[in-house]
């Protein structure tokens, strides 16, 4: 029998001790998949000695902050910077990121071409993961922020030069604007200007069809959830733990 579980703050309801859970049922394992709402990240050593386990995913707010408290790094968590799962070998914890492979490999199956220019909504932990995996397809990216930084546009010179959306016609949302339960919010970009040329991906997936995504859908964009990212990303943490 083997230990897993989830390490973030707050953990209310979480999709992946549901989506392990089942999983073990089915195979017919004992093993067990448990959350552990840390209030600080010094909290976490504490975690490893009194609980026994073999792997945890890592999520808001610790993806970064876990990374002192690691033996190594993989290549996709290093390449991102940031680390939602851990492969525990005894004293050895090993970090890995899941969400840049998962994302890649959900916009490649979806994406009819990847000669396309990409939006990137926010500049945060979900949005480095996504640029990783834009660099791999080598798709041309701006990054828009609500505040000016360094290669970043924001809303507001997003919405005032119109050919952004003109010529950036994939457009990926990267914040938690418009997640349950503020489902009545969505991005501020010009959605007046989306054509059925126009490609929405959303990384949040609870609501199905967010805002965002309804928005683009009645101008005739294709859309996209992040729900096929969620799975697979799990899946990816699945088979690091069981290599
Ligand atoms: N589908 C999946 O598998 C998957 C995987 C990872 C994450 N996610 C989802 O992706 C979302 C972002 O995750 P994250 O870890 O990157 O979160 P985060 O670090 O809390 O936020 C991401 C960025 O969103 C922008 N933002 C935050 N609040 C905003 C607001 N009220 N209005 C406009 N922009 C706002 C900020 O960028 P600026 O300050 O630059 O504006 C922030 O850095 C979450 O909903 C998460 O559930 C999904």
Redesign the pocket.
């Known amino acids: 029998m083997m230990h897993y579980g989830l390490i973030g703050y707050p953990l209310g309801h979480s999709f992946s001790q549901k989506y392990f859970s089942d999983k073990f049922n089915k195979l017919g394992s004992s093993n067990t998949y448990e959350l552990f709402e840390l209030n600080n990240i010094e909290q976490f050593p504490a975690l490893l000695t009194s609980a026994k386990l073999a792997g945890l995913n890592v999520t808001?707010?610790y993806?970064q902050s876990v990374i002192p408290f690691l033996s190594s790094m993989d290549k996709s968590a290093q390449l991102v910077g940031a680390v939602?799962v851990i492969k525990i070998e005894g004293a050895n914890l090993i970090g890995h990121n899941t969400?840049y492979p998962?994302?890649r490999a959900s916009l490649k199956k979806w994406l009819d071409n990847t000669n396309i220019k990409a939006l990137v909504?926010?500049?945060?932990?979900?949005?480095k993961?996504v640029i990783a995996a834009l660099n791999d397809l080598k798709i041309q990216y701006k990054?828009?922020?609500?505040?000016t930084?360094d290669g970043?546009i924001t809303y507001k010179e997003l919405s005032n030069d119109l050919r952004w959306v003109r010529d950036y016609t994939l457009i990926i949302n990267?914040?938690?604007?418009g997640?349950a339960p503020h489902t009545d919010?969505a991005?501020?970009i010009p959605y007046s200007r989306l054509t059925s040329s126009h490609y929405l991906y959303d990384?949040?997936?609870n609501p199905k069809e967010t805002l965002f995504l309804k928005k683009g859908t009645n101008a005739g964009a294709k859309t996209k959830n992040?729900?096929e990212?969620?799975h697979t990303?799990a899946e990816l943490a699945w088979d690091i733990w069981n290599a």
């Open positions: 808001i707010p993806k939602n969400d998962a994302f909504l926010g500049s945060g932990g979900a949005s993961a990054q828009v922020s609500r505040t930084k970043c990267t914040t938690p604007v997640m919010t991005p501020q990384l949040v997936y992040g729900l990212m969620l990303q």
